[in-house]
C-alpha cells in the first residue's frame, strides 16, 4: 500500500558517494579475532604459594594467577594426586587444600596433646543421696 518516498536526486547522490567511501573503510576497521588460550602457571610457584598459606582453595588461586576456577580446580586436583598437597575438607562443590608438610605437622601435634590431655581429664565421681 504505500511504502518509504523515493529521494530526492540530491539525497541520493548522497548516499551514493557515502556508500563508495564506506566499504574500503570498513574492510580496514574489521575486528581481528583472537584464539583463546590458557597458560597455566608454574607448579612450583603454585606450590610455593600454598606453603606459605594455611589452606587452598580454588578461589584464592584463581584470583591469585588470573585463571578461571575449573582450571584453578584441576590444578589443586593434579597437584594432590601427586601428593605435593592434602585435600583437608571438601564436597562437590568446594575442596580446601593444605601443604602436605602442613598437615602431617599438624596431626603429629594433635597426638601430642591427645595423651595429655587423657591424663589430665579426672574420673566423675558418683554424688551419694
Same mark, same amino acid.
Given at each position: 500500500?504505500?511504502?518509504?518516498?523515493?529521494?530526492?536526486?540530491?539525497?541520493?547522490?548522497?548516499?551514493?558517494?557515502?556508500?563508495?567511501?564506506?566499504?574500503? !573503510?570498513?574492510? !580496514?576497521?574489521?575486528?581481528?579475532?583472537?584464539?583463546?588460550?590458557?597458560?597455566?602457571?608454574? !607448579?612450583?610457584?603454585?606450590?610455593?604459594?600454598?606453603?606459605?598459606?594455611?589452606?587452598?582453595?580454588?578461589?584464592?588461586?584463581?584470583?591469585?594467577?588470573?585463571?578461571?576456577?575449573?582450571?584453578?580446580?584441576?590444578?589443586?586436583?593434579?597437584?594432590?594426586?601427586?601428593?605435593?598437597?592434602?585435600?583437608?575438607?571438601?564436597?562437590?562443590?568446594?575442596?580446601?587444600?593444605?601443604?602436605?608438610?602442613?598437615?602431617? !605437622?599438624?596431626?603429629?601435634?594433635?597426638?601430642?596433646?591427645?595423651?595429655?590431655?587423657?591424663?589430665?581429664?579426672?574420673?566423675?565421681?558418683?554424688?551419694?543421696?
Amino acid at each position: 500500500m504505500g511504502g518509504p518516498k523515493k529521494p530526492t536526486l540530491s539525497q541520493a547522490e548522497k548516499k551514493q558517494t557515502k556508500t563508495q567511501q564506506k566499504p574500503s !573503510e570498513k574492510k !580496514e576497521s574489521a575486528p581481528q579475532k583472537y584464539t583463546g588460550s590458557i597458560t597455566l602457571p608454574e !607448579e612450583r610457584d603454585v606450590i610455593n604459594y600454598i606453603r606459605s598459606m594455611k589452606y587452598a582453595t580454588p578461589y584464592l588461586i584463581s584470583e591469585k594467577y588470573g585463571i578461571r576456577l575449573s582450571v584453578a580446580k584441576s590444578l589443586l586436583n593434579s597437584l594432590a594426586s601427586k601428593g605435593l598437597i592434602v585435600p583437608v575438607v571438601g564436597d562437590n562443590r568446594l575442596r580446601i587444600f593444605a601443604p602436605a608438610q602442613a598437615t602431617v !605437622e599438624s596431626v603429629k601435634a594433635s597426638e601430642v596433646t591427645k595423651p595429655s590431655e587423657s591424663a589430665e581429664a579426672k574420673p566423675k565421681s558418683k554424688r551419694k543421696k
